[in-house]
């Protein structure tokens, strides 16, 4: 065959390092939820990715360990949802892929998982899931969620992953309307 | 926060740029399965990552698009199975985040895709998953698969993605058994 590539990388747009500098500690769920939703609507205007992000936080100390942004067609990888760059930024951030080991760490989202990072939930060492946006809702605008159980929140408690779902949805909703309205890919929804 | 960081990257073991370098077209879909059953075994052995290996290949050519192998616990990153490997050297070989815009791709895996993977399937554009060994197998070795729906062939088919499953299943499974035998992490298997 051709050489394939040996190496997989990808990078934050520039904007995420100073929107991401003076997160204090100690927010509540909701303020915590807020920050990501904003960077998700920031990723729709500033058009650096899809109308999503997602952020790993120390559960207790509520210390941002890492945000991610939706990046998969300005880095041209399918996997790189807001919540996938922000686990594996964490787990860089942690140095180690079981981020479960030492401090409880939670992944806030601003629309519920779908299947795959559902399944990198669950292998990410994660304790809690803060969602905003439904699976009902991203269907609504044209976002296939993928294979995904109808029970997932069970799925994920009966692996010790608590679930809070529905933090200021509202506000997450119309960041994905923003999305479509800007005229944005709704990519692989066959 | 302290400042996260801002590029993710990671990097196949040198050994696998050997092993990929001369395989050939024109093989049948038991040939495929045969060489990625033989680099997950090939991982075990070097201890490289977890016995599971997938490669992309073009459908109708038989050529080898890139060679995955689990990476989780050398790389650090619990969403390196060898799947999400495989699919993203090969979005970066063929420079698209979607392997389904011309020439037709396959997801050959030598075991059944967990959650995360299988809703990474869906996403990366490919139209046909060949697997080996079972969730069964994978299960009945301490490999949790994750919460996949029962239905997930149909699931897949109805995405117009072609699934031929257990394909060389005792092969397989023989690459899993030897990995426990070797006292291999099985990691996250709450």
Redesign the interface.
């Known amino acids: 065959?051709?050489?394939?590539?040996?190496?997989?990388?990808?990078?934050?747009p520039g904007w995420?390092?100073d929107f991401?500098?003076d997160?204090p500690?100690g927010m509540s769920v909701e303020q915590r939820m807020a920050i990501v939703i904003e960077a998700a609507r920031q990723n729709v205007l500033r058009r650096t990715g899809g109308p999503f992000a997602a952020a790993v936080f120390e559960i207790n100390s509520g210390?941002?360990?890492?945000?991610g942004v939706n990046l998969?067609?300005t880095?041209?990888?399918?996997?790189?949802h807001g919540e996938?760059?922000a686990?594996?930024?964490?787990?860089?951030?942690r140095?180690?892929?079981?981020l479960?080991e030492d401090v409880a760490h939670e992944l806030v989202t601003s629309t519920e998982p779908?299947?795959?990072?559902?399944?990198?939930v669950?292998?990410?060492?994660v304790t809690r899931v803060v969602s905003g946006a439904s699976e009902a809702d991203a269907r609504a605008l044209g976002f296939?969620e993928?294979?995904?159980?109808e029970n997932?929140q069970l799925?994920?408690q009966q692996?010790?992953i608590e679930v809070i779902p529905e933090i200021l949805r509202d506000d997450a909703v119309k960041v994905l309307q923003a999305y479509r309205q800007q005229g944005g890919v709704v990519?692989?929804s066959?």
Chains 1, 2 share one sequence.
Do not use: H
């Not at 210390?63 to 945000?67: D, E, G, I, M, Y």
């Not at 140095?95 to 079981?98: A, E, P, S």
């Not at 779908?114 to 990198?120: D, E, I, K, N, T």
């Open positions: 065959m051709c050489k394939q590539p040996q190496t997989v990388s990808f990078t934050l995420v390092r991401s500098a997160i500690s210390k941002l360990v890492a945000l998969v067609t880095q041209g990888l399918s996997m790189l996938m760059v686990l594996s930024l964490a787990q860089r951030e140095n180690t892929w079981n479960g779908c299947a795959m990072c559902l399944g990198a669950c292998w990410s060492g296939d993928g294979p995904k159980p997932w799925e994920l692996r010790d990519y692989n066959r």
